[in-house]
């Protein structure tokens, strides 16, 4: 199983950025799909995530208006559209996978890319 995350990068405040993550060795479309992002110094947080088929997605209040999730099921690869970034985004993002059944939980997660925004 592997989860490749791609696009992160240096960026200045208001500008724009989108993450991809590929996603292989498991059935993407069965999965749950979600950006977390760690901070230095801080816990993993939720960004955005987006059901299996793409129907629904789910941000935090404090990641509203400016982050957009969505899905290519056909490629594998989940998105994460980043607009008007702040200094306080710098984080890694990471790509996680998750799948719930009666019998075993499954969750997946990529290595991270890094986000920079700096003047």
């Known amino acids: 199983v592997q989860l490749v995350e791609s696009g992160g990068g240096l960026v200045q405040p208001g500008g724009s950025l989108r993450l991809s993550c590929v996603g292989s060795?498991?059935?993407?479309?069965?999965?749950?799909m979600s950006w977390y992002r760690q901070a230095p110094g801080k816990e993993r947080e939720l960004v955005a995530a987006?059901?299996?088929?793409?129907?629904?997605?789910n941000y935090p209040d404090s990641m509203k208006g400016r982050f957009t999730i969505s899905r290519d099921n056909a490629k594998n690869t989940v998105y994460l559209q980043m607009n008007n970034l702040k200094p306080e985004d710098t984080a890694v993002y990471f790509c996680?996978?998750?799948?719930?059944?009666?019998?075993?939980?499954?969750?997946?997660w990529g290595q991270g890319t890094q986000v920079t925004v700096s003047s």
């Open positions: 987006i059901t299996s088929g793409g129907g629904s997605t």
């Open positions: 996680n996978a998750r799948f719930r059944s009666p019998f075993k939980n499954y969750d997946y």
């Open positions: 060795g498991f059935t993407f479309s069965n999965y749950r």
